[in-house]
């Protein structure tokens, strides 16, 4: 059954009931000095939480902390800083990252064990806790502060991503909300992203780790700006339960739902990017090889460069599709882009190329292979690469 | 032992006894058509002769021709084309590559069997034969001819890649030669690279596949310029025999020193690249890991990027690393940067920021990771991505 689902105008993280958030400029990036970049999101009922955390081995101090104190299953807050990321800062980095959530739990009244951490920005420089320790008292939290947290977290992400769902069930009704920030080193299994959902569904610590695991599958593992992830990335889930009990469907659909639209968000904004491309594979053999393939096609150097010039240039579609190790057979693969078939059972159309290139010239781009070996099917998404992707990452730190 | 291995100045794939090549201008990209895009490779004597192939699962059909043809271990000469790679292009697609050597058998006077072929270009178009055929003709193989191949061979190539060692061995000598072209599509496991190499050396055929695997693991298995692989790629080599029986040790010294030369000149070549990357990983648990990390951050979008601006952005470095999948202690690892210590046992130095930035600006720019796990080690290289690799990319079949 699917659930009813409305998508709230201006829904932000705070749109459940409880939550409070809010944020301010705490200087941490010295060429950014006004940037609000220091964030708390924060519930006043005790919260089930879940995480999911980087696979990246060198992990930075405030995911080591959070995974930590997530194995309870239960948080009450977040801290979040943008313009560093407190990676690669050894146990310096631990400390300061424990002194932000003290910090944190000071100004709030609660224990500093039920707060978690997330920073993001330049890897490898010490977190600057002369400017954070001032800055967190101006910190003011507000039922309406979701936008100020989502503005707070970005870093060469050029809009925030946010956004909140109602569903309504018997007489009842829940909210699901989430900011999100991306841009670069970007990459199925988690990337420079950070994402905070949050939810005032009464849901088990157990259900609510399932259900976060499901729907960040379909959604941030299934995006790629750039093929490389960070020492940084997490997603959290809180829930308060001031909503109540509800459907486990209708919470699992709507949480799949934030979470796609909030990573579409991610791939969209990817840093440089001018489109999105979604990458729909069919007929594969097992969800893993579909998975696969998408992920490795919309990953593709080659592929993206192609989409940003709006170049018909099938056969890097092919190429990276030979490439990403799945079963392929040539002589049985169709591919389209957008409604247009330009190979089918493997054998290249003669096709309308200006047609072609208005369709890749559009800010959405789909692209869809059908292997016609089986019945998987998966969708990734990613975005164009740009002579802006380059310049950007040449210049990030000097 | 060390052989005494020299290199013959102006060397090329022809250097060796016996071994002859032309190329003409057959017209093949319509955007180009006076570039020399067709040439030929004999060996006026029987050669055994071994290959390495895509591990794309889309195969072009010179290669699935090719691959076939070397199961004897034997081949007499080789035709190429740049401009059209042949590939997606099913049935029609094989008919035009066996057609193509049957035309170059024909033209010098051996079997059909005896020609491999190779091409390289646009994915999905066929190879125009009306334009082949009456241009083979005009192919005229001398003892000389090896530049002309070179060239013949190049699509956004910038220079021609060529060499040749020699090697005395007691009162005799033998020479190794070969030419390659890459560009873009280039990645570990091979690349859209071809790369032939000729030899007067008398070997056996198992042991001539036995070192060219070797050679070809430490060199073109260690270069990406952009994560990409082709269906097209391969690396053939001959050996004729006319200079006799050789050491096998000195072989595979010199057949390590010309594949590497020539696949340092493929990454260095880069589409848009404007300096060499390479990157060293010392300590490791062991080869495999040792390749990997080497090959993984060589690959980095981030990586290539900060190198381009010559911005010391370490963080990326150590973030690939982590991404690699090899087993990594943050407290352990020590990067440089040339000489220069950037991170030791994990900890953030202090550093000459000009300093760094020198480092990174000269056109080969030398990186280290000792992970201090272990005793193996490895080196990949690759190039920085540049504005114009994008430029290159976008507008390439428009």
Redesign the interface.
Known sequence: MKAGIETIPKGTVTSPEGFFAGATSAGINEKARDKPDLGVLFSEAPCVAAGVFT?????AAPVVLSQQRLKRGKAGAVVVNSGC?N????ERGRGDAAKTAELTAKGIGISPEEVLVASTG????PLPMKRITPAMEQVILSRDGGHELARAMMTTDTFAKETAVRVRVGKGEFTIGGVAKGS??I?PDLATLLCFLTTDAAVEKGFLKEALKKAVDVSFSMISI??????NDMVLLMANGLAGNVPADAFEQALEQVCTYLAKSVAADGEGATRLIELTIRGARSLAEARLAARTIV????VK??V?????????I???????????E??RTDLYIGDMAL?KA???LPFNKRGA?RLLEKREVAIRLDLNLGSASATAWGCD??????????????
């Open positions: 696979t990246n081995r060198i992990k990321a990676a690669c800062t050894g330049v890897i490898g420089l670069g080193m990459h750039d093929g490389d992830t960070s020492p990953s593709s150097s080659l460069a192609a940003h010039g709006a170049d018909p240039n099938w056969g890097r092919m190429a990276a599709l030979g490439r990403s190790g799945v079963e392929v040539e002589a190979v493997g054998r290249a290139v690469l740009s002579p802006e992707y380059v310049t950007i990452n040449s210049q990030y730190m000097t």
